[in-house]
């Protein structure tokens, strides 16, 4: 790809129009989609295959795990030779991951099927907000991070009901097909849509000892970490919920899988309200105090849903209004979080933008862990007392990382 384009698009700071917002937010939700689209069809799964649902788990570890290594190599990549590669070959990489999970004849085949999905297309999800960060700047990136990141969080809200709907009508192996189709038509509409975005008068060396340095230079420095924290803990919050959600919606609460996914989607309203509120209040309160506003309305979700646990947990009312005031709170704190993160960081966007993808990936894995791991407490409780804690730790952590002269980053 020529040079013309990418410095005319770049330098003009371009108007973001529907579509080309609606193409970075696909590109950040198709990793949450293709992790949680799954979850319905592993009874069938594990009939077909002839494992249990404890052994399929290791298909979502496993996932989890490369896509956030993968974020760490991709970063660092694109900042060197460019996003547009690597978000095309990811893709592809993607769609072919998806084609070896649907002929899978064992869990060894279908485990290497979501290994190879989750390595391609973590450059797609990391890349989105490299992108965003490469065209826009100031309130305008805040406002495209806000749709990229509230169509992160809604995916993993629409995916479960997608995937019960495709297992019924045409079975497992095909839902894995149809994501590869998804991947392969992601592709095409990023390739005839963006030019390169990362010119080449930005470009960083790519080698081991400035890649290191980039990613100590990011830990170290409080513009980067404190608001990456706040990300962090939330998105773990986030995947605690969807952890814990089949044994409360459906143990607890007696929910079918059909409705479980059904309730799924039905909270996805409440996210996006969220994130398009975070613009005007940033413009009205700043990001910061936005920030700490979303945190607070996350802890106080958690707190809720702990009181529904004790005082009605059979109450499916009470726990959906708790679990709101949560979900509107990471709606919030979410994308302003993530562009705090990454605005001070232009010729670094890919690095930060992996760093800060490896940090909620790890959140992710955390919380959903944590939350299945908590023996003597019913699931309510874990997913309340999961909430709380990652709040409280973030509100800790931004208290503690204080401001600090940023230092010159290794080129």
């Not at 990793?31 to 290791?58: E, K, M, R, Y």
């Not at 030779?81 to 070896?100: M, N, P, Q, S, T």
């Not at 996210?271 to 700043?286: D, H, T, Y």
Request: glycine share 10%; proline share 6%.
């Amino acid at each position: 790809m020529k040079d013309a384009p990418v410095q005319t698009l770049a330098a003009g700071r371009p108007v973001p129009t529907r579509g080309m917002v609606s193409l970075l937010a696909a590109l950040a939700a198709i990793g949450a989609l293709s992790t949680n689209i799954i979850l319905p069809s592993f009874p069938a799964i594990g009939a077909g295959l002839g494992v249990s649902d404890a052994q399929l788990g290791v298909t979502l570890s496993i996932f989890f795990v490369v896509f956030a290594i993968g974020q760490l190599i991709v970063g660092p990549l694109s900042d060197r030779y460019g996003r547009r590669k690597l978000v095309i070959g990811g893709l592809l990489l993607f769609a072919a991951g998806g084609v070896i999970c649907s002929l899978s004849p064992n869990l060894t085949w279908l485990v290497l099927g979501r290994a190879a999905q989750a390595a391609g297309v973590c450059a797609a999800s990391v890349l989105a907000r490299a992108i965003a960060r490469d065209l826009f700047e100031g309130e305008t990136l805040s406002k495209v991070l806000a749709m990229v990141i509230v169509a992160m969080a809604a995916a993993p809200g629409f995916s479960p009901l997608l995937g019960s709907v495709a297992e019924q009508f045409v079975g497992w192996r095909w839902t894995f097909a149809t994501v590869s189709a998804l991947g392969l038509i992601l592709a095409s509409w990023y390739a005839l849509r963006l030019p390169e975005t990362h010119a080449t008068s930005r470009r960083t060396p790519l080698a081991i000892g400035p890649v290191f340095a980039a990613y100590t230079q990011l830990l170290r420095d409080a513009r980067f970490m404190r608001p990456a924290t706040v990300v962090a803990c939330v998105t773990g919050a986030l995947y605690g919920f969807f952890a814990a959600a089949p044994a409360v919606l459906i143990g607890a609460l007696g929910l079918s899988s059909l409705l479980l996914g059904f309730f799924f989607a039905a909270t996805v309203p409440v996210v996006f309200a969220a994130g398009l509120l975070v613009p005007k209040l940033s413009g009205r309160w700043g990001p910061q105090k936005t920030l700490q506003l979303g945190v607070m309305l996350s802890l106080a979700g958690g707190m809720l849903i702990c009181g529904v646990n004790v005082q009605a947990p059979t109450n499916l009312v009470g726990f959906t209004a708790a679990l709101c005031v949560f979900l509107f709170g990471m709606g919030m704190a979410n994308p302003v979080g993530t562009a705090l993160s990454l605005a001070p960081f232009a010729a670094q966007a890919g690095a930060a933008s992996a760093m800060l993808g490896f940090m909620q990936m790890s959140g992710a894995a955390l919380g959903a862990t944590f939350v299945t791991k908590l023996a003597g407490l019913s699931p309510m409780a874990a997913l309340g007392l999961v909430v709380v804690a990652s709040q409280v730790l973030s509100i800790a952590l931004f208290a503690l990382l204080r401001q600090q002269p940023p230092k010159p980053y290794a080129r």
